[in-house]
Each structure stands twice: as structure tokens, then as C-alpha cells.
């Protein structure tokens, strides 16, 4: 397999900032609308909101610039590497958008180049030819359009073009509301990204709302970069509905250094305001026929990070499996409303919170067997965070994370008792796994004077357990429109959850839905009129057992 011995987990572990306390009435974090190029040798990260941007030469250890020369707290900022240049634009829809460059950014050393219009959602595009193209739109009502650009000016040449809108009467995944549930409101049709493969151009868009769990990215098709475009047939392109964080819309699509294409996306929380987000990962690639696909399977477990080029389907995945979900959890308090079980239950909308008056806490999970331990990801749900601990810098988790084969003498995995960074979304793996039944966190300093509070424990590793039954026999309830399909199958004690697969051909199952605890779940993502193949994978602490494929009407 062409890949390191490091990875990485969804959601990544970036310094997300806290935003001012007008915006909610309890203080959280926000990054969402990611933007990828490679520049320089280094991949350059920007999302919405975060006062600067981020490099890394590896995918993996990000490194954060502050931005005093750009717009940084406008939405959904684009860069692009243009003529030997890296663009910069975001939105603003009161005045005319800025575009900016540099070749220096390591340094923040940028210049404004033009200001052409006002526009939301930007995604500039030099094709291979040196023809500059600027696409934008974020509207329930407007289509996404866009217009050639001259590329000395940056500066319009000739009239916009409407090039697609939202069709939710025909295409099930751009329907609004939690699992697609409100089917009557107009979706918000936005985050433009443009690629070309092989003389073929992918004009990427988000749907339906960011708050829902099924905010996903779609694709359009054509041979010219305005269009017209023909609606790809495997869409949505990048979709996740389940599992611990879902979401993986208006995001951007790039190559690494090794010629593998990925996604980075936005995943969604929603909790403390409605754009709580956090950015997801995921491995991407085209088919033989040309089809625009993206990994999200396990896409919040770990993940390989590779050194040459993969198969993105086959290769990205660990093997290592999730070991603490469900699992019996004991802690030193529990705030009303948030009881232990919450750190365990694979859902990052709720979690366990220590009392005020917990001078020592701590959270213990048994995982009921002695297991192997590759990694583990520590969610803080951060509760109560304090804006004047935010000011003052006070934004690290210290701890100590430990590990015990009877409950009562313990070893230390991680002492993190005198971190500095910050590191709301903590992800540690070791060389060599360790093995043991039992694993508590206890906190000594909490980032921004808030309580402390877990999202989401989560150990992952090996456990030796049977693996559970293969799932053969589904039935499938499609509904008269076409676009929701009720399925259920044989649920099987053994097995932890199901990865739901399904697509336009028995070997093109790009799309997945991860369901835990339950053996039904409705397909909402479906386009009116289309066949599907079917496949539902179980899963537990051992492994993967590969259902039958069905095919589904």
C-alpha cells in the first residue's frame, strides 16, 4: 500500500478561532468553506473566519499565518495559483469583492489587483491555456454563474453566464432540511469549485444548507468552461449524512505532490450557532469513465496519509476500527443534561460536561475487552468558554490521557499536562499500539476557562472479537417521487454499525451512509427516475465484514 505510517482524523485537528460573543449567546468556533492549492512546495489552507490561513508540506502539520493585508473574516475566500501567482478573493455582496496576490505568503505580503464586482462564494480558474475564468453564486433563487476574466486586469470580459441552479423536484440530495426532510424549501445552490480533467470540465457546487447534515457537494459536466452543463450521473459528488461528523459540502478539490486528488470540505456541528463548523478531509479521484467520485467511507476514522500514489477507495482506510463506541463510561461528575454516555455515542452535537465544582475531573471508558490502541481523538465540547480567556490566549487543553488493563493501576498514554497549542480536536497514534481495557482522560486546564466537557472520546485500534454477519437480504421501500428509498435489513448483534453504499453501477459505490445501533435507514440522496446498486457493510471492533450487492429500484 503507497502510504506513510502517519495519518490523520475527521474532523481535522486545527486551531479552529473562537468568534465574538455577539454572534451566539455561548461562545464557539468556526471554520467552514475550504480552499486548497499547492504553492511553493506547500499546500496553502484558507477557510471562512479564521483571521489568517494555514501551510503545510505534508497534509498534516499545519502551520497558521495571521492576515493583516487580506479580507480574512469574509466568507468562503478562494485562492488559486494563477500565472505564478497565488489570488486571493472572498465574498462580500455590498461592494465590489477584492482580488488580491502574492508570492510571498508565507509572509502576508499581498497586492490588490483589482476590485471587479460584488459577489459571493468566488472560485477563480486559469485553464491550461492561460484563459482566466471567475465563477461565484450563494442563492435560493439565483443560479451560479460565471464570466471570463482578463488576467492582466483581472477584470471582466463580456457578459456572466447562468450556468446551473437547484433542481430539487429531480435531484434528492439538494433537498433542504435534516435528512432532507423539508422538501419545500428552495435550497441554497453555492460554493462553486472548478476542475478539469482530461479536457473535460467539473463545476462542483454545495447544497442544500450548511446546517444540515447532508450539506454535500454535486457536480456538473461540460466541454467548455462556461457551459452549457449536463448534471454528472453519480451525484452528490462528496456526501456524508452519518457517523460521528457529518457533512462534506461546499469544499475545493486539489492534487497533492503525488498526483492523488482529495476533497476538503466543510463538516457541520450546529450546536451553539448554526454555522459551527469544523473541515473534513477526504481521499478523491476520477474513474475510468471519467466520473468525479470522493472517499467518505470511514471519512472520521483514521486515515492514511500517502507518500505516492493510491487508489483512493481501496487505500486510504486504516483497518483500524472504533473501539469505544456504546461502550460503559464513568466519570468524576456529570452536569444535568450531560451524562457520560454522551462522550461515547458517536454524535459531536451533545457530550458529557464535568460539574462546576469539579476540582479534579476525569472520564474513564472499558472497552470491555483488551484491545490493541492505534490512536485516539479527544473532541472538547468546550462549555461556557469565557471571551476574555479567548483574548488573552488561553486556548489550550492540558491533560493527561492514561491506560489500565484492571481500572485501578494505570499507565500514561499522552501527559499533555503542560500543552500550549491549541488543539480543540486532539489526535494521537503511536508507532507501536498499546494494549489495554481501560482508558481515562483527566483534565488539569481547560482552553478558554470553559468546563470540561468531551464530545466524543474516541479510540480506535483492534479488539479480538468475532466479526459480524455479512449483510445479504435488504429490503428496499422506494418512494413514489423517486428520491427516498426506506431500507432495512437483518439487524446482527455483533456488529457495531453498517456503512450504507450505493451508486449508479455495482463498481461505483461512492456514495455512504454510516448508521450505528440500527438496521434501517432512508436514502434521501437519490435523482428521481435513476436505478441504483446496493451494498450494506457491518462493522464492529474486529472489522469489516463486505455485504452482497443488491440491486435497487
Known amino acids: 500500500m503507497p502510504t506513510s505510517t502517519r495519518t490523520y482524523c475527521n474532523p481535522l485537528n486545527l486551531p479552529y478561532r473562537f468568534q465574538t460573543p455577539d454572534r451566539a449567546p ?8 475550504p480552499s486548497v492549492v499547492v504553492f511553493d512546495d506547500c499546500y496553502w489552507l484558507f477557510a471562512s473566519k479564521s483571521g489568517g490561513y494555514w501551510y503545510s508540506t505534508d497534509l498534516l502539520d499545519w502551520v497558521f499565518v495571521k492576515s493583516t493585508a487580506l479580507p480574512v473574516d469574509d466568507y468562503a475566500p478562494d485562492v488559486r495559483v494563477i500565472r505564478g501567482w497565488l489570488y486571493f478573493t472572498a465574498s462580500d455582496n455590498q461592494k465590489p469583492c477584492a482580488i488580491y496576490r502574492t508570492q510571498n505568503p508565507k509572509a502576508d505580503q499581498w497586492e490588490k489587483v483589482s476590485a471587479p464586482f460584488a459577489y459571493w462564494d468566488p472560485n477563480l480558474f486559469e485553464d491550461e491555456d492561460g ?11 439565483v443560479p451560479i454563474q460565471g464570466v471570463k476574466m482578463d488576467p492582466q486586469t483581472m477584470l471582466p470580459i463580456g457578459e456572466p453566464v447562468e450556468l446551473l441552479g437547484g433542481m ?6 439538494e433537498r433542504c432540511g435534516e435528512d432532507h426532510c423539508l422538501p419545500n424549501q428552495a435550497p441554497f445552490i453555492e460554493g462553486a469549485w472548478m476542475t478539469k480533467h482530461n479536457g473535460r470540465y467539473y463545476l462542483q457546487y454545495a447544497g442544500p444548507g450548511t446546517e444540515w447534515n447532508v450539506y454535500a457537494d454535486g457536480v456538473y459536466e461540460s466541454d467548455s468552461p462556461l457551459g452549457p452543463f449536463t448534471y454528472a450521473a453519480n451525484n452528490p459528488y462528496s456526501y456524508k449524512p452519518g457517523g460521528f461528523i457529518p457533512g462534506a459540502g461546499h469544499g475545493s478539490t486539489f492534487e497533492d505532490t503525488h498526483g492523488n486528488l482529495w ?13 459551527e463548523r469544523r473541515i473534513g478531509l477526504f481521499p478523491a479521484g476520477f474513474d475510468d469513465d471519467g466520473m468525479l467520485y470522493c472517499n467518505t467511507r470511514f471519512a472520521d476514522y483514521p486515515t492514511h496519509i500517502p507518500n505516492s500514489q493510491w487508489d483512493a477507495m481501496a487505500d486510504p482506510f486504516t483497518g483500524w476500527m472504533l473501539l469505544s463506541y456504546d461502550k460503559p463510561v464513568t466519570a468524576s461528575s456529570t452536569r444535568q443534561g450531560h451524562p457520560p454516555e454522551l462522550a461515547v455515542n458517536e454524535n459531536i452535537q451533545n457530550g458529557w460536561s464535568a460539574t462546576d465544582d469539579d476540582q479534579t475531573p476525569w472520564l474513564m471508558v472499558d472497552l470491555k475487552h483488551h484491545c490493541d490502541i492505534h490512536a485516539i481523538q479527544i473532541n472538547f465540547a468546550e462549555q461556557d468558554c469565557q471571551w476574555d480567556a479567548v483574548m488573552q490566549g488561553d486556548l489550550a487543553h492540558q491533560y493527561l490521557l492514561e491506560i489500565s488493563d484492571d481500572g485501578q493501576r494505570w499507565q500514561s498514554l499522552s501527559d499533555k499536562q503542560d500543552n500550549t497549542l491549541d488543539q480543540p480536536h486532539d489526535y494521537l497514534t503511536w508507532d507501536t499500539p498499546h494494549r489495554g481495557r481501560y482508558v481515562r482522560i483527566q483534565s488539569k486546564h481547560t482552553a478558554a476557562a470553559g468546563k470540561f466537557a468531551i464530545s466524543g472520546l474516541r479510540v480506535f485500534g483492534k479488539a479480538d472479537v468475532a466479526l459480524p454477519e455479512q449483510v445479504q437480504t435488504i429490503t428496499v421501500q422506494r418512494d413514489n417521487l423517486g428520491m427516498d428509498a426506506q431500507l432495512t435489513w437483518q ?20 456514495q455512504c451512509h454510516t448508521v450505528y445501533n440500527q438496521s434501517d435507514v432512508k436514502l434521501g440522496a437519490l435523482d428521481k427516475g435513476k436505478n441504483y446498486w446496493l451494498r450494506i457493510d457491518s462493522f464492529n471492533e474486529a472489522g469489516v465484514t463486505e455485504g452482497s450487492i443488491n440491486l435497487m429500484f
Open 26 to 33: 455561548e461562545l464557539y468556533r468556526e471554520a467552514a468553506d
Open 131 to 141: 484563459q482566466v475564468y471567475l465563477y461565484w453564486g450563494c442563492n435560493n433563487r
Open 168 to 173: 430539487p423536484d429531480q435531484h434528492g440530495f
Open 263 to 275: 476533497h476538503i470540505s466543510t463538516m457541520r456541528i450546529s450546536v451553539k450557532h448554526a454555522f
Open 491 to 510: 439487524a446482527d448483534e455483533k456488529a457495531t454499525g453498517y456503512n450504507v453504499l450505493w451508486g449508479i453501477a455495482a463498481d461505483k459505490l461512492y
